[in-house]
């Protein structure tokens, strides 16, 4: 069946005419046009949400293993418009969710790897710093081009955040993931770890609560990008509650880190660094919750027209996907007004189209 489309296809306000053809956008009229179904008319159209950071299979009582359970995760974040994720880590194998026209597409970044424990339980694969650039290598072989470690975490013996692999280590694995062709994002919570991960060359410092004012050229001029995930941080009290009692100053630096999360991630803007959308769905927060990230990020002081853009097309692209072209696959959402003017039309999508398939309808 061939769909017909007339709406503005964002970031182009121009009006104009599609068809979805066998799962692909055509801007030029097909034979079968005249039977085409209609799917709206002087509509706004804009490429799917990407969540840049979150994990299927993974809840906040650890493992999903069920597929159904898995499923279900997906389709939270397809039922929000999400048509592409980027999951920074799963230890559970997810590539099943490729043979599934009706969920988002997924982006892996293999298992986590992380310091011998210094990070959630059976979460990661754990290694000391010799074994970094190693486990890069079979990380890099079963993900989508992107590799993820874990560049901070408490330190028992400090009673403090302490980066987990010494900065030298941690260039070295990077330099060997950009030789194999594969991207790196860090998780990062503290200064050090920040700072560590814009001198090793990373691509993308997940959280960087500790992405000060004295790092954001080096950044910026690095590539590296950030993907924040305000609503993730907004638990930060509650983790400093839990390690109060034993790790008093842990437990006051990540308020501390909290406190000025949002003029860091506002600094990190103002300064030309990509800012990305992710929510870290999967842990100790549901899948679903893009939107309430983008509202986080504009509550933080970055403009809404540039946020839907990196929640959406130039998301997108920096994950390698097309935005609304000629032959790109026809993953897009319908709107009756304009996204980047308003947060709450993000909410009332007309349809969700995923692979040239309606799979939300009003």
């Known amino acids: 069946m061939v769909l017909h489309l007339h709406g503005r296809f964002l970031p182009d ?19 079968a046009a005249s039977d085409a179904e209609s799917l709206a008319t002087s509509a706004w159209i804009l490429p ?50 490729d043979s599934r026209a009706d969920l988002p597409r997924v982006i892996r970044a293999g298992r986590h790897i ?15 710093p010799e074994g970094l650039v190693s486990e890069v290598e079979r990380q890099a072989q079963r993900s989508d081009g992107w590799v993820k470690i874990a560049a901070d975490w408490i330190d028992r013996d400090v009673g403090d955040l ?51 004012e004295s790092l954001l050229d080096q950044a910026r001029d690095s590539g590296v990008a950030v993907v924040p995930t305000l609503i993730n941080i907004d638990h930060f009290h509650g ?72 929640a959406s097309w130039r998301g997108r692209e920096w994950l390698g996907l097309p935005g609304l072209v000629e032959g790109a696959p026809a993953d897009l959402l319908v709107f009756d007004d304009d996204p980047r003017t308003d947060l709450t039309v993000l909410y009332r999508p007309r349809r969700i189209v995923l692979r040239g398939k309606v799979v939300s309808r009003p």
């Open 48 to 97: 799917g949400l990407v969540d840049a950071h979150c994990h299927v299979g993974i809840s906040p009582s650890g493992h999903v293993r069920a597929l159904d359970e898995q499923a279900m995760q997906a389709v939270q974040d397809r039922d929000a418009g999400v048509l592409l994720l980027r999951d920074a880590g799963s230890p559970v194998d997810t590539s099943w969710i």
């Open 239 to 310: 983790i400093a509650r839990q390690g109060e009692s034993k790790f008093p100053v842990y437990a006051r630096h990540m308020r501390e880190l909290f406190a000025t999360s949002r003029e860091r991630v506002r600094a990190a803007w103002e300064s030309g660094v990509p800012v990305f959308v992710g929510t870290d769905a999967g842990g100790i927060l549901p899948h679903g919750l893009v939107r309430s990230e983008i509202s986080a990020l504009v509550g933080a002081g970055l403009p809404l027209d540039y946020v839907v853009a990196q």
């Open 13 to 31: 306000d121009e009006p104009r005419h599609a068809w979805i053809v066998d799962g692909h956008l055509r801007f030029e009229a097909p034979p």
């Open 114 to 128: 992380a310091r011998t424990h210094r990070y959630i339980r059976d979460q990661g694969v754990e290694v000391e």
């Open 162 to 212: 302490t980066p987990t692999f010494p900065v030298g280590t941690l260039a070295s694995a990077v330099a060997r993931a950009h030789e194999l062709g594969v991207r790196v994002a860090v998780h990062a919570f503290g200064e050090q770890a920040a700072a560590d991960a814009v001198t090793a060359g990373v691509d993308s410092i997940e959280h960087a609560t500790g992405l000060t």
